[in-house]
């Protein structure tokens, strides 16, 4: 069955430095997301990609964060600066079609900032 | 702010009851609405979806929608120890994204 891939599982970063999230949605997926979890709470929209452009960010995705699909397969997700508030589970989803919410998730990728 | 609210639980119930998980939801324009069951520390999935008000049934599962009283439902009918995760209901907010509750802890107990 096709899943969506994220890398890495957990990751562990001082504060202030950058962090590369990286997923790989299903392939035939047009459709792609970041949500977040900090532990204990709901899962918050980050942002949605299409067609190689941002098509909705929350006030959550500011000029700290950013997304690329740098190749046909991945989808990244960048955090400049991380603080601590920024410990959090980070999902990615895929979906394939627009204003759906049937999103295919990933197992997740823990960040940790200390 | 638009919100999705659901009773925190825990919400303990013996194998082989019926289940009932409730959400309630503000934005009254919302056309879409999902429950995804989360176990913990790991993602989310997608259980159930739901467009039109009544019922949807999908196995032992089945959605309930009230647009009128702005509240979804789901239940779990022959309720398994495997189903003991956590229920997010889920709204799409029409501008491609989801706004989830804060999710129900069902506990199945043998």
């Known amino acids: 069955e096709p899943e969506v891939t994220q890398t890495p599982s957990h990751q562990v970063t001082q504060m202030g430095q950058e962090v590369i999230l990286r997923c790989v949605p299903i392939?035939?997926?047009?459709?792609f997301y970041w949500y977040r979890q900090i532990l204990g709470q709901k899962v918050e929209f980050l942002v949605s990609?299409?067609?190689?452009?941002?098509?909705?960010k929350s006030e959550i995705f500011d000029d700290q964060f950013s997304v690329e699909r740098p190749d046909g397969s991945n989808f990244t997700l960048k955090i400049r600066s991380t603080k601590l508030e920024d410990s959090a589970m980070y999902f990615c989803?895929?979906?394939?079609?627009?204003?759906?919410?049937?999103?295919?998730f990933g197992e997740g990728s823990r960040l940790t900032v200390l | 702010q638009k919100e999705v609210e659901q009773n925190s639980g825990p919400l303990s119930v013996p194998e082989g009851a019926i289940a009932s998980l409730n959400c309630t939801y503000s934005?009254?324009?919302?056309?879409?609405f999902f429950w995804y069951r989360q176990y913990s520390g790991k993602s989310p999935e997608l259980i159930m979806s739901?467009?039109?008000?009544g019922d949807k049934e999908d196995g032992r599962f089945t959605a309930q929608l009230n647009k009128a009283s702005q509240y979804v439902s789901l239940l779990i009918r022959d309720s398994q120890p495997s189903d003991s995760a956590t229920y997010l209901c889920?709204?799409?907010?029409?501008?491609?994204?989801?706004?989830f509750g804060a999710g129900t802890r069902l506990a199945v107990h043998p």
């Open positions: 989803a895929s979906s394939e079609e627009a204003d759906t919410g049937e999103l295919f």
């Open positions: 392939s035939n997926h047009l459709y």
């Open positions: 990609f299409y067609n190689n452009e941002i098509s909705e």
């Open positions: 934005d009254r324009v919302s056309q879409s």
């Open positions: 739901i467009y039109s008000n």
């Open positions: 889920a709204v799409n907010d029409g501008y491609n994204k989801l706004i």
